[in-house]
């Protein structure tokens, strides 16, 4: 049993390297000079393609550092702002209920 094994094993690998030469006889290899052509395609797309990605980088980033951070600040100053002016009239508040305790004592003396 073992043996029949190793004899279907040597044939199939015979079978696959047959199968193998035969298939790249029949690919159509390209003359150099059609390769140097592709190549100097390829390489001409990559180049543009990464000059377009840096820029859109470049603009993003100064997007980012021009624009957002500018809109955080304006937001932040602004909310600085209304607790600013919260704090403004709770400290009017109690400067007024103080006056008011004030006068409270002072008639309550007399």
Known sequence: MAKEKT???IKNKKHFWKD???ELKK???P???QLFKNTVAVVF???VTSAIVFVLDVAF???NTYGINRLKSAVTNSTSLNT???AEEITEETDVESEED???TEETAE
């Open 20 to 22: 193998f030469k035969a």
């Open 61 to 63: 980033d100064a997007l």
């Open 102 to 104: 004030v006068t409270d």
């Open 31 to 33: 003359t150099p000079k």
């Open 27 to 29: 690919v159509i290899w």
């Open 84 to 86: 600013v002016e919260e």
């Open 7 to 9: 004899k279907k094993d």
């Open 45 to 47: 797309i990559v180049i």
